[in-house]
C-alpha cells in the first residue's frame, strides 16, 4: 500500500511537472516570451497568423499586435499613462537586429475634443510644402488614415530630412485610427532603420500596418 502511495505521487508529479513544460511550451514567439508584453496579450482568444490580441491597460481599445515584436517596459520614456484619456507604447523587433535593422512600432490612444476627429485629418492630409503619398478609408463611423514616408539623416545636414515616397521606398508608416462618434482614436508610428542598405517591401509593409489599423476596436 506504501509503496502503491509512492507511485501515485510520483506519477502526479510527473503530471504537475509536465503541466507546467506544456504552459511554458506555449510561450513559443517572442511577445509571449517577454513578460512586460505578455500582460497585454488575450491569450485565451485566437488572432490572425503572425499576431496576438492586445488589450490596452486602461481599457479603452484592443488591437492586433505582431507576435515577433516586444513592448519596452522602461517608463515614462516608453511606456505612459493618464488616466483613460492617454496611453503610449513602443515595440521592437527582435529578430530585425539580426538583419542589421531597427525596427520599431510606437502606439498611441488619445481621448480627443470634440469636432478634433476631422480637424486631426484636415492637417494629416495638408501637403505642408512636401509631397505625400496616403489613403484614407473608413466605414460606419471609423476613420482610417495611412501615410507612408521616406526620412532618412543627411550628414551634410546633420539632421532627417524626407524623401518622395512616390520615387523611394517608404521606411517609415504612420496610421491614425478615430472613432468619429466617440472621439476615440489611436496613431501608429511603424519605422525600419537600417544600418547598411536594404531593401523595403512596401506593399508589404503597408498590408502589415493596415492589418493592424483595421483591427483597433475601441471599447465605448
Aim: aromatic share 14%; with cysteine.
Amino acid at each position: 500500500m506504501y509503496r502503491k502511495w509512492i507511485e501515485l505521487g510520483f506519477i502526479g508529479i510527473l503530471l504537475i511537472g509536465g503541466g507546467f513544460v506544456v504552459k511554458g511550451m506555449q510561450y513559443d514567439t517572442p511577445a509571449l516570451k517577454d513578460s512586460f508584453t505578455r500582460d497585454f496579450i488575450i491569450q485565451d482568444k485566437q488572432a490572425t497568423e503572425g499576431f496576438h490580441l492586445f488589450e490596452s491597460k486602461i481599457g479603452t481599445y484592443k488591437m492586433l499586435f505582431p507576435s515577433d515584436f516586444q513592448l519596452v517596459s522602461d517608463s515614462p520614456e516608453f511606456y505612459g499613462r493618464q488616466g483613460n484619456s492617454y496611453e503610449v507604447w513602443l515595440a521592437y523587433a527582435e529578430l530585425a537586429r539580426e538583419e542589421r535593422k531597427s525596427v520599431e512600432i510606437k502606439g498611441t490612444f488619445r481621448l480627443l475634443g470634440e469636432g478634433r476627429v476631422e480637424e486631426k485629418l484636415q492637417i494629416l492630409k495638408s501637403e505642408n510644402g512636401r509631397t505625400k503619398d496616403y489613403e484614407v478609408d473608413g466605414y460606419d463611423n471609423k476613420l482610417i488614415f495611412l501615410e507612408k514616408i521616406v526620412k532618412n539623416y543627411d550628414s551634410n545636414k546633420k539632421r532627417m530630412v524626407l524623401g518622395n515616397p512616390n520615387k523611394q521606398d517608404a521606411n517609415v508608416y504612420y496610421g491614425f485610427v478615430a472613432d468619429k462618434t466617440t472621439n476615440q482614436s489611436f496613431e501608429l508610428d511603424y519605422t525600419i532603420r537600417c544600418q547598411d542598405d536594404c531593401s523595403i517591401d512596401v506593399e508589404k509593409e503597408l498590408n502589415f500596418m493596415k492589418t493592424m489599423l483595421e483591427s483597433v476596436e475601441f471599447y465605448n
